[in-house]
């Protein structure tokens, strides 16, 4: 799993869950806080629907922290002010970055909590969106109901 892929999970996941893998890396290795979490700002990039070129629409306040597990170096990043998920994040990011051989169960864990997370996130997101699509107005239709009598709709 690549880390974009993981990072949107775990930017989704309940905070008690994000902590208990937490704490399970701190029960088994050494974290050293390099720069514990803090505010920052970063660019946000949309894009252009007609050109397809990318732009920036401003700013966002992110909350970010960088940690070294058994030396590995790991970074995470939260929008918003979410200083306990920069840090889970960063500790995680380490240990997924690390070679040794210590973490490689612990990885092969998280990775398959992280498939089912992933798979729980689409369902939520597909019936939210299914109450959201009821509501949808189809203004083609309003127009034929109308009769097309001067082709504008009537509302």
């Known amino acids: 799993m690549n880390s974009e892929r993981r990072t949107r999970i775990l930017q989704r996941v309940p905070m008690e869950r994000l ?3 937490v704490d399970e890396v701190r029960r088994l290795g050494d ?3 390099i720069k514990p979490a803090r505010p920052g700002l970063v660019m946000m990039r949309a894009r252009e629907t007609v ?10 306040y992110v909350s970010e922290s960088t940690v070294s597990v058994d030396g590995e170096w790991g970074y995470g990043v939260a929008m918003g002010n979410q200083p306990e998920r920069a840090d889970g994040l960063a500790v995680l990011d380490a240990v997924f970055h690390s070679s040794r051989e210590k ?7 998280i990775e398959d909590w992280l498939v089912a997370e992933e798979a729980r996130q689409e369902e939520a997101w597909r019936k939210e969106f299914a109450l959201v699509r009821r509501s949808r107005v189809d203004f083609e239709m ?4 109308d009769g097309g009598r001067d082709g504008r709709s009537t509302i």
């Open 19 to 21: 902590s208990a893998w």
């Open 31 to 33: 974290v050293q806080w």
């Open 51 to 60: 050109r397809q070129e990318d732009f920036y629409v401003g700013e966002i």
């Open 103 to 109: 973490w490689k169960s612990l990885v092969r864990e």
């Open 142 to 145: 309003m127009d034929e109901e």
